[in-house]
């Protein structure tokens, strides 16, 4: 265990709380739906992943543009914008992120707590603003952090600019949460260590080979194994 004070910055989403779970069910009820007459389910998650990825560079993160993939799918697939008829399904796709229930991933209180004892808690998620401030909100986590930042993606130059703003020092640390692209390949660019902490349903686009020779990256199982390192 490091007895030295740390600064533990925490991802969110799939990190802290479930999240991508939802967009899994709406996109397995969305393909029932749509009933395609010669495309499989995995071809159309394909396209559909095709259709995010360029939403993303353009609009963003966040369950509006997700949403905006899925109309743009269907378009592309149906060669016709949606109509009237299909407006209530979608009303009832975006209902899935709007209801105000937050699934937090274990015993999360009680780590964050414990981690506090010792050392400093911050919060960083990315997608839009708005959005994420609910989801913290909701979950009743916030007065846990000495600082709590929403971005818009995460990039090791995001990574420096908090770093510095907070005055931490980089070689304490460390980054925590469950995507490999944003949250651990990133913050490794920056200069912080970090926890990788897997989540079976991390989102497809984060997924990222991590190099099993860097010792700057610890790999736990659960939250509650934080307690065994710091």
């Given at each position: 265990?490091?007895t030295?004070?740390?600064?533990?910055i925490?991802?969110a989403?799939?990190?802290?709380?479930?999240?991508?779970?939802?967009?899994?069910?709406?996109?397995?009820?969305?393909?029932?739906w749509?009933?395609?007459?010669?495309?499989?389910?995995?071809?159309?998650?394909?396209?559909?992943?095709?259709i995010?990825?360029?939403?993303?560079?353009?609009?963003?993160?966040?369950?509006q543009?997700?949403l905006r993939?899925l109309?743009?799918?269907?378009?592309?697939?149906m060669q016709?914008?949606?109509g009237t008829?299909?407006?209530?399904?979608f009303d009832?796709?975006?209902?899935a992120?709007?209801?105000?229930?937050?699934?937090?991933?274990?015993?999360?209180?009680?780590?964050l707590?414990d981690?506090a004892?010792r050392?400093?808690?911050?919060?960083?998620?990315k997608?839009?603003h708005?959005?994420q401030?609910?989801?913290i909100?909701?979950?009743?986590?916030?007065?846990?952090f000495?600082?709590?930042?929403?971005?818009?993606?995460k990039?090791?130059?995001?990574?420096?600019?908090?770093v510095?703003?907070?005055d931490?020092?980089?070689?304490r640390?460390?980054?925590?949460?469950?995507?490999?692209k944003?949250?651990?390949?990133?913050a490794?660019a920056a200069g912080?260590?970090?926890?990788f902490?897997?989540?079976?349903?991390t989102w497809a686009?984060e997924?990222?080979?991590?190099?099993?020779?860097?010792?700057?990256?610890?790999?736990?199982?659960a939250?509650t194994?934080?307690?065994?390192?710091?």
């Amino acid at each position: 265990m490091l007895t030295a004070r740390q600064n533990l910055i925490f991802d969110a989403d799939d990190t802290l709380w479930e999240n991508n779970v939802i967009f899994e069910r709406v996109v397995d009820d969305y393909i029932a739906w749509l009933e395609h007459p010669t495309l499989s389910h995995t071809e159309i998650r394909r396209i559909l992943a095709d259709i995010e990825e360029a939403n993303i560079v353009t609009h963003g993160y966040g369950s509006q543009v997700f949403l905006r993939s899925l109309a743009d799918c269907f378009t592309h697939l149906m060669q016709r914008p949606v109509g009237t008829g299909e407006r209530e399904r979608f009303d009832e796709f975006a209902a899935a992120f709007t209801s105000g229930k937050l699934e937090l991933i274990g015993p999360v209180h009680d780590v964050l707590d414990d981690l506090a004892t010792r050392h400093d808690l911050f919060l960083m998620t990315k997608g839009a603003h708005d959005e994420q401030q609910r989801k913290i909100d909701a979950s009743g986590l916030a007065d846990r952090f000495a600082g709590v930042h929403i971005v818009a993606t995460k990039t090791p130059e995001v990574y420096r600019r908090i770093v510095a703003e907070a005055d931490l020092d980089p070689d304490r640390t460390w980054m925590i949460g469950n995507s490999p692209k944003s949250d651990i390949i990133a913050a490794r660019a920056a200069g912080l260590r970090a926890v990788f902490v897997p989540h079976p349903n991390t989102w497809a686009h984060e997924h990222a080979d991590l190099d099993p020779t860097d010792d700057g990256i610890v790999e736990v199982a659960a939250l509650t194994d934080l307690r065994r390192y710091f």
